[in-house]
């Protein structure tokens, strides 16, 4: 049943005009960044040469770009979120899945697998354009890894936080604009943060993030991940679950 | 006539239902046996949308019970809605889908095995006559064939209980008469619940009706007894308004 409603979020996404033109769109961005970071590597390459422990192409060109994957995500995820439940509920689509033999725990799940797997196609190009160097130079394969999961996990969160965020309202903008506020201000809160051990680098994921940017594998890091996604998902179960208790 | 009493498909016992400070359904009971068509009928905001809600799951009762086939609809959610089919005021359609996709989609979530997913859209097309534009794409379609979209999702999957909540609403007459003639061999098999202003509708397809006004009910009988109810013969209309009228000067202001 997960899988049932999770293939309806993708089926309704891809007929849909407006997501092959934002995918078109962000993968001409990533390639054009792309091509920009390899163009500056390949000007600096004789001066790197010279530098004792120089950091490798890896370094210099991926984790950038993953770091800018995760800054796009922050806009990016709130747009495709805010359908999610909010639409359903304007559009009264949602009694369907409310009045048929489904838990409400399906219903979310189904949905936030469902856009995950949507935005991991659309992410996926990032490594693939990383990985056509592997011809011609040695990767650090680690790094890239750590890159992966990291904007995976990431990428959970960010969708479980929109997800919650939908089921709050009837109007998909306000839930995006919401969502985004949310998303934004956890970042802020962590880049104006000035101590090094202040807790608002904590409650931000993007600070989680950076461990695995530069290929550090905390499992203090993904537990928060998971608590962080796991919580958001299950207020949203919770909200369901008082719309049809309070109306 | 067979003396076998007709099995009872739905029991709601004495529902209540408050939003904030406003009862909008104060002790309604409703009983529906296999082979009926019960009509529920009201003035607007008389609470038939909200009742309808809570029969099928998607508004909890503050109070009363549900059983669905015998089953409780609060204890065992998952079991009795497999035995519900619900058309809500506006059907609940995904535009962006085809029919075909749409109705797949509907009857799988009703618990339909993937290998006879087929056959039930192709019976629930062919009732509704929908053959010929599996393929559309629901936005394109007119009214008409929405709401009949609508009512295929409700019965795809062949369930023992039917909610239609005012089934049609914004139909042309020859859509409404059709849609009538379907309701009414679906109660044969079935049991259908409906909800209408329309007297004529409940006169012509409905074997018993409960008016509702204000959140509670007010009558309760066949449509038959309701035409001659306290009053001459075949004046339907005016029993309706004066039960509903006789209600409003029961209730302390």
Redesign the interface.
């Not at chain 1, 949602?94 to 489904?102: M, N, Q, R, T």
């Not at chain 1, 049809?244 to 109306?247: F, I, L, S």
């Given at each position: 049943?997960i899988k049932?409603i999770a293939m309806?979020e993708l089926?309704?996404l891809f007929?849909?005009p407006s997501t092959w033109f934002v995918f078109a769109a962000l993968q001409f961005i990533f390639a054009w960044f792309f091509l920009n970071a390899l163009q500056s590597f390949l000007d600096f390459q004789p001066q790197l040469a010279q530098v004792e422990n120089a950091p490798g192409v890896t370094a210099i060109l991926a984790a950038p770009q993953f770091n800018m994957v995760a800054l796009l995500l922050m806009m990016l995820v709130p747009m495709f979120t805010m359908r999610l439940i909010a639409e359903e509920r304007r559009?009264?689509?949602?009694?369907?899945?409310?009045?048929?033999?489904?838990?409400v725990h399906q219903i979310v799940l189904g949905k936030f697998f469902g856009l995950l797997v949507f935005l991991l196609a659309l992410t996926c190009s990032v490594p693939l354009m990383i990985y056509t160097l592997a011809p011609g130079t040695h990767l650090d394969h680690g790094l890239l890894l750590g890159n992966c999961i990291g904007l995976l996990l990431l990428t959970a969160s960010y969708v479980a936080l929109g997800l919650y965020i939908s089921s709050l309202t009837t109007q998909p903008i306000i839930a995006a604009i919401g969502a985004m506020a949310v998303l934004v201000g956890l970042w802020l809160a962590d880049i104006a943060a000035s101590a090094a051990d202040s807790p608002w680098h904590q409650v931000s994921p993007f600070h989680h993030f950076q461990s695995f940017n530069s290929g550090l594998l905390d499992s203090g890091d993904v537990v928060f991940f998971f608590v962080f996604s796991a919580s958001f998902l299950l207020l949203a179960m919770q909200r369901i679950h008082n719309n049809?208790?309070?109306? | 006539m067979s003396n076998v009493t007709p099995e009872i498909t739905l029991s709601a016992r004495n529902l209540s239902r408050s939003f904030g400070n406003l009862t909008v359904i104060h002790d309604v009971s409703l009983e529906l046996k296999r082979g009926e068509v019960l009509g529920l009928l009201g003035h607007n905001g008389a609470g038939k949308s909200t009742t309808m809600q809570m029969l099928t799951g998607c508004l909890t009762p503050d109070n009363g019970d549900i059983e669905i086939c015998g089953i409780d609809l609060a204890r065992k959610p998952m079991h009795a809605k497999a035995h519900i089919g619900y058309l809500p005021e506006t059907p609940p359609l995904y535009r962006e889908l085809s029919v075909d996709d749409y109705l797949s989609f509907a009857a799988r979530l009703r618990g339909i095995k993937p290998g006879e997913v087929s056959d039930a859209l192709n019976r629930a097309k062919q009732r509704c006559g929908l053959t010929a534009v599996g393929h559309k794409i629901i936005g394109t379609l007119s009214k008409g064939y929405q709401q009949r979209i609508g009512i295929a999702q409700a019965i795809i999957h062949s369930p023992s209980v039917i909610v239609l909540d005012e089934p049609t609403v914004g139909l042309d007459p020859m859509q409404i008469r059709d849609v009538r003639t379907l309701i009414r061999e679906l109660g044969d098999a079935h049991s259908v619940i409906l909800s209408t202003h329309s007297l004529s509708e409940v006169e012509s397809i409905c074997d018993r009706v409960e008016i509702l006004h204000r959140g509670t009910l007010v009558y309760s009988g066949t449509t038959a007894a309701l035409d001659s109810h306290g009053g001459e013969a075949g004046k339907l209309e005016e029993n309706f308004i004066r039960l509903t009228e006789q209600s409003e000067a029961e209730t302390p202001s």
């Open positions: 049943m049932l309806r089926r309704s007929v849909m559009n009264q689509t949602f009694a369907l899945l409310l009045s048929s033999p489904l838990s049809r208790r309070y109306g | -």
